[in-house]
């Protein structure tokens, strides 16, 4: 009987109007939001192959002082289908002695959270959640009513089918009729994945999709329970109607935007200008700590270096010194350095501060938007699709965990206390002034001495300089000596998105998800039970 009544339900919403605009739909929105993350997902990949050849460039030095490794995260495959965060925040992080990473760095969210930036993405998950609820919706509401409405209801009742069976049945009719829906907009983007190029998914991935197409089905049957309560407490297919369209406003739209809109108005972040401010400080700070250790140091011979590179966070390379020169240059880097890490440690503590001030928000936003099956849906979603906050916070972590690797790596080699930190050049090759003085003059002067008072009674600067040109001494400048060979540097552990990692956290939200699904299912159950066939 169950199955008779499914197979009459089926037949009528197949022959409908509503299933016919509701394929359409699919049809149109679902491959036109794939196709434009698909490409989207390209210019990624293209800028991810930019940044990696940056990345080995970067990692092309001659001394370890501008050693400065650049993390480049690959793109997520299956944003494609729920970008959540991926859009929105950078894929790459530089690793910094002074400084722990804080945020990736490149494009950036508008909004001053990034970690909200999800719940403005418009995507196959977003897509997903209007339109399934929609039509959950669309071919539940008036299940009941219409046939109250008709006569044929009071008159199956007047007969031994049970009210239980003809809920069942209408139930299954009402699967039947979206199932093919959801398979087939989940079967037309994996056409278009494995059409497209430059774009495959792995086997996890792959499992992943197919674990995304069953939470569908959930959220899916959330919203068709929902419809059978509402007819069941209806007395006629329009008010039911207006009521769950009304439900499905409010669930879909209002609750998930007023989500975010509450959590940035009632839970406020830390600045992020007074945190740029506290870390200008701190870093003023240790400069003067620093130059007043270097200060204490003994001063070189001759304050001259024939090529020097210097940049931010202690980068220092530099050729053709004295050897006093290259030994205070050594003995600055090996006091100056360990104190920018200890700055690093210490601007820790406002950094996570503002970080946890990020999350909280972030926290907050999910938290009321689990008053909406769509958006449990979404949060499970993305955490699906490795894309949610969450994925994005671990990648960090696992940047800053690297960055402990790359100094224990650092210190074990004990390498701020070595000249390799700051030249290339062996210590046994180090001259004296007098010595750089003959040989880059051709012996016209013996000693730093007289070159001094030569250059003291000229008045053209350049010929000062010319003087010392006049013949080339090996090891002056960086083409003179090969890259480092970093065959033993720690490199970033690239993994990816555990799904087990991703919906460890979320077991709540999918144990929700189901929850409702029981609940309707008993609401729409009982309201039946008591419902007025006449």
Known sequence: MVFHIAKKEFLYNLLSARFLIGFLLCLVLIPFSILINVEDYRDQLGQYK??????????????????????????????????????????????????????????????????????????????AAIIFSLLALLFSYDALTREKEDGTLRLQMANSLGRSKLLAGKVVGILMTLLPVVVFCFLLGGVIILASRDMSLSAGQWGRLALLALISLVYLVVFIFL?????????????????????????????????????????????????????????????ERIQAAWQKLPEADWNMNWYMNGSEDGSRETYGCTASFFERQRREMAVGEPVRLDTADRKWGPQKAYLDSLSRQARAAENLALLSPAGIFRAVATAVCGTDRRAQEKRLDDVRRY???????????????????????????????????????GGKFKTLADYDAWAAKESDFRKTWQVLSLVDIPGD????????KLDDMPRFPARAASLAAGLAGLAFRLGLLLFECVFLFALAYVAFIRYDVR
Request: hydrophobic content about 45%.
């Open 50 to 127: 930019v940044d990696t050849d940056m990345a080995r460039d970067m990692a092309e030095v001659r001394v370890y002082s501008m050693l400065k490794p650049l993390v480049v995260f690959p793109p997520e495959p299956l944003g494609i289908f729920g970008k959540g965060l991926s859009a929105q925040v950078g894929s790459k992080a530089k690793i910094r002695l002074g400084t722990k990473t804080l945020l990736a760095e490149g494009k950036t969210a508008a909004r001053d959270n990034p970690f909200l930036a999800s719940f403005f993405s418009v995507d196959f998950v977003d897509i």
């Open 227 to 287: 419809g059978l309560f509402i007819s069941s407490r209806s007395r006629g297919s329009v008010s039911s109607l207006v009521v769950c369209l009304f439900l499905w406003v409010g669930l879909v739209f209002i609750v998930p935007n007023l989500a975010s809109t509450y959590a940035e108005s009632f839970v406020p972040i830390q600045s992020r200008d007074n945190l740029n401010a506290v870390l200008r400080d701190m870093d003023r700070a240790s400069e």
């Open 403 to 441: 960055r402990e690797t790359f100094l224990n790596w650092f210190k074990g080699k004990n390498m701020f206390e070595k000249f390799e930190y700051i030249t290339p050049a062996p210590p046994a090759a180090f001259m004296t002034a007098d010595q750089i003085i003959a040989a880059r003059t």
């Open 477 to 484: 400048g960086p083409d003179d000596f090969p890259v480092l």
